[in-house]
């Protein structure tokens, strides 16, 4: 049994915030669930997975977010609960539904949680996700707390039920990944039955069909529920004040900035002159709320992540109610008192406080701060990300930036997201030229295959993941066979969504529920569509290479390499070595090879490490994954390789 | 239960390392330990992409009284426990101040571009001496070569976790952790984790009678 699922209420656990979100769905009564990994979103659906069969939920990791969302709203549509969880980005993916989701109404209480990642702590991107509630005109929740985590998101499906829409639940990493006690509450023991009821009129919200025409009216009818929420939102016990009657400086926040804002008047020791308003349901805003504590000064100061979202529309707001209540000043994002790029820290909204209200404060002395500096900068050279010891990807982008070297026509690869985004640095060669959505690379690649017409003749590569590849790469391949686009796509498969956690995807024969499931094959849908496709382990370089160069240099449109390995950090691989390595001390002539120190200058696995004493490349064991690979790169053929004995 | 209260609230501790090195595990279990101790506690890290190879620091902050952020402020690290030598340099540059107590494991994991001869790591002289001249106190503990003895690198964590019950500034012991790892790892890894813990315990101990 999971601690997720203990029935006593009033007991307290210590949960990440992704977890406090699935202990709140639990809580009411949650059927369905379903997602697309990416961080820092993952854990909501992988806990649930985990206490799907106890509790008789139906989870799923669905394709891509658009698909998940799909899923989810059809058990809405049948009067169950759902719950659809996905990065930031991935409500951009589901948003054409979203719309059309939004003009429909649902049923059953769904929530949407989308999880934001201000400073793009594992993103390519610090997107806003609370526009998309305004833009499809939903509500808006933002848990400030963990406990208020679990609280918001059971009561985000009693409200979804009684105003019959969907409720978007915005999280940040530092919500999501961070972790707290709560106290749990009641799991009910109601069950429900579905049934999907379209013999109703058309208007009807419970029993007609759900289809967004007539969509003026419906449109209405949407924007009259927004009214509605307004009225909810005023008396929302996830709106607090904590301060004096009439502060100096009201701040207005929400989410994680809540915390950090909490502190810095603490430190400050400003609980007498700030006034403190936490806001949790934060589109629409509640206007009486507002006008209430505009009312205690005239200067303001918004503290949020990432965009000036609160801020512009407490501004809209106070304009609305200038007579009512007067002329403010506001600090914020549009001002430059807070950055507008990147997260905030308990030390940003210090220093915001600090400028405004003129105050004095160093959080250490200035000697100690140099020599910490200092240090540092002597002492604690970067860590740039690299791909693992054993890493496949390592692998496959030294063959490919081989293959284009020897190619020497300036060729390319077009990225994708993943951990292999990575290959922009040199832990992938900087083979890696773009990066933006999930499946742009393909897309961007078939762009870049049709200009041989406009005297382009570099050499056009894309990769992607295998669980990207079903996400969202295969429009794009159909698309640049069709076309006819001169591309070579290598699909990095290593047999999981490796990055946030070997979540599976339509490749793996194994559902989240761990049922034996039909897996979809890449290779054979990549025959299906028109390519010309080959199939080749990664470890080894040589015949890669080989293939590499080969399928470039075949002028029949789009080509597609599906490289075989799997994470050296998966389940099947982990803690298990294929070969013994060692560097034989006799053969690597270290730095009079002449080859550079090509190991671990060049190769750069970390597992191999350079002996500045001997001067001579060693294997650290603990690291090593016993790929085996470097002994194929080692020009001397110092490094051996032995086969682990079976046991 | 009403929790003892700490000689700093909030207390913050910081744990440090590379991707990889069992930190954020580390962090579960301690702060587990303390949760059953009655404490308020929030745990802040960071991981996804830092599981590749880059630094990886997770914020402790316990308190008798109230649940805090899951970040701690500049200068506000109380105790640093680094599960790589260099990270607890990297982390008194922000949380550091002349207080502050370090627990460092001494096993180097060497930066790609030190591998590559971009950068140099410091000799282990040079990380003692800024170290002490950062820190109030600083215990440098070989945990990774203790837990290659006990047959398994990664238990280097838990060594850490039991050299930090055994400084005193927190009330947990061994048998707080004997309660946390047996509802919380497979009973195969139960033996292993009690071991390397009294070890770390045993290490401080000795340390601390030095010291004396």
Request: with cysteine; charged share 25%.
């Amino acid at each position: 049994m999971s601690y997720l699922t203990d029935k006593e209420e009033g007991t307290s656990y210590l949960v990440m915030g992704n977890e406090a979100i699935v202990r709140g769905a639990l809580e009411a009564g949650v059927n369905v669930a379903s997602g697309y990994p990416g961080t820092p979103s993952s854990e909501i659906i992988d806990s649930l997975a985990k206490v799907a069969s106890e509790l008789d939920l139906y989870v799923e990791w669905s394709v891509n977010e658009k698909v998940a969302l799909e899923v989810a709203a059809a058990a809405s549509f049948a009067k169950l609960r759902a719950l659809c969880a996905m990065k930031q980005n991935g409500v951009d993916v589901a948003s054409d539904f979203l719309l059309h989701l939004a003009g429909t109404g649902t049923r059953g209480g769904i929530v949407l949680v989308a999880c934001d990642d201000p400073g793009a702590l594992s993103s390519a991107n610090e997107g806003e996700s609370r526009y998309f509630a305004r833009m499809m005109e939903i509500p808006l929740l933002e848990p400030g707390n963990f406990q208020e985590a679990k609280e918001m998101t059971k009561w985000a499906f009693e409200l979804s039920e009684e105003i019959r829409q969907i409720v978007f639940v915005r999280s940040v990493t530092r919500i999501s990944h961070a972790s707290g006690n709560i106290t749990y509450g009641k799991l009910p023991e109601k069950k429900r039955r579905a049934e999907f009821k379209y013999d109703g009129l058309i208007l009807d919200p419970d029993e007609g069909v759900m289809v967004s025409p007539p969509v003026g009216w419906k449109h209405q009818r949407q924007q009259e529920k927004v009214k509605k929420v307004r009225e909810m939102f005023e008396e929302s016990p996830f709106n607090t004040y904590q301060g004096p009657e009439r502060p100096d400086l009201l701040l207005i926040t929400s989410s994680a900035c809540y915390l950090y804002s909490r502190e810095a008047i603490s430190i400050l020791g400003l609980e007498d002159r700030v006034g403190l308003l936490k806001l949790g349901t934060t589109w629409p805003l509640p206007p009486k709320l507002l006008t209430k504590h505009l009312l205690k000064t005239d200067r303001v100061m918004i503290v949020e992540e990432v965009l000036p979202f609160l801020e512009d529309h407490v501004k809209i707001l106070a304009a609305e109610q200038a007579f009512e209540v007067g002329v403010k000043t506001f600090y914020g994002k549009n001002d430059g008192t807070l950055p507008m790029s990147g997260e905030l820290n308990p030390d940003l909204v210090i220093a915001a406080l600090s400028t405004v209200l003129g105050i004095d404060y160093a959080p250490v002395s200035e000697d100690y701060e140099q020599s910490a500096k200092l240090f540092a900068s002597v002492g604690a050279p970067v860590r740039d990300l690299v791909f693992c010891a054993g890493c496949p990807h390592r692998a496959s982008f030294f063959s490919i930036h081989n293959a284009l070297e020897l190619d020497g026509r300036k060729g390319f690869v077009c990225g994708d997201i993943g951990c292999y985004a990575m290959a922009n640095r040199p832990t992938g060669y900087r083979t890696l030229k773009t990066l933006h959505a999930m499946g742009s690379g393909t897309g961007v690649a078939s762009g870049f295959g049709k200009m041989g017409q406009f005297g382009m003749d570099q050499p056009i590569l894309a990769v992607c993941g295998d669980s990207t590849f079903y996400h969202a790469v295969m429009p794009a391949l159909v698309n640049a066979v069709h076309n006819k686009a001169d591309i070579t796509l290598v699909v990095m498969d290593n047999s999981g969504t490796a990055m946030t956690g070997f979540q599976p995807h339509p490749g793996v024969a194994r559902n989240a529920l761990g049922q034996e499931v039909p897996g979809v094959d890449i290779a054979k849908i990549s025959e299906a569509i028109g390519a010309r496709v080959e199939i080749r382990d990664p470890f080894n370089v040589q015949e890669t290479r080989e293939t590499l160069n080969n399928l470039i240099e075949d002028k029949n449109g789009a080509k597609v390499l599906v490289l075989r390995q799997a994470c050296a950090l998966s389940p099947q691989r982990r803690n298990k070595k294929n070969y013994d390595v060692r560097v034989d001390q006799t053969i690597c002539v270290g730095e009079v090879c002449g080859c550079g120190r090509f190991c671990t200058r060049i190769f750069r696995c970390p597992g191999i490490i350079w002996n500045y004493e001997k001067k001579r490349a060693e294997i650290d064991e603990v690291i090593c994954a016993g790929c085996g690979v470097c002994a194929d790169v080692c020009p001397q053929g110092a490094i051996i390789r032995e086969d682990v004995p079976k046991r | 239960m009403k929790a003892k209260q700490l000689s700093k609230d909030p207390f913050n501790i910081i744990i440090t390392g590379v991707g990889g090195q069992g930190n954020v595990m580390a962090s579960r279990i301690l702060s587990n330990m303390l949760v059953n101790k009655g404490y308020f506690v929030t745990i802040g890290e960071t991981f996804g992409a830092s599981q590749r190879g880059g630094s990886v620091i997770s914020h402790i902050r316990v308190s008798s009284r109230s649940a805090w952020g899951p970040l701690v402020p500049k200068g506000r690290g109380d105790v640093v426990v680094t599960l790589e030598p260099i990270e607890a340099i990297r982390v008194l540059a922000h949380y550091g101040n002349p207080a502050v107590e370090v627990l460092a494991n001494t096993r180097a994991v060497y930066p790609a571009s030190v591998t590559a001869g971009e950068s140099t790591y410091p000799t282990f002289e040079e990380i003692k001496e800024m170290l002490k001249k950062l820190a109030a106190r600083v215990w440098l503990i070989d945990a990774t070569d203790e837990a290659v003895k006990l047959g398994n690198s990664i238990l280097s964590n838990i060594i850490m976790m039991g050299a930090l019950s055994a400084v005193g500034h927190l009330p947990i012991d061994q048998d707080d952790f004997t309660a946390v790892i047996s509802r919380t790892l497979p009973l195969d890894k139960i033996a292993d984790n009690l071991q390397a813990f009294a070890l770390g315990v045993g290490m401080m101990k000795e340390k601390r009678r030095q010291e004396r």
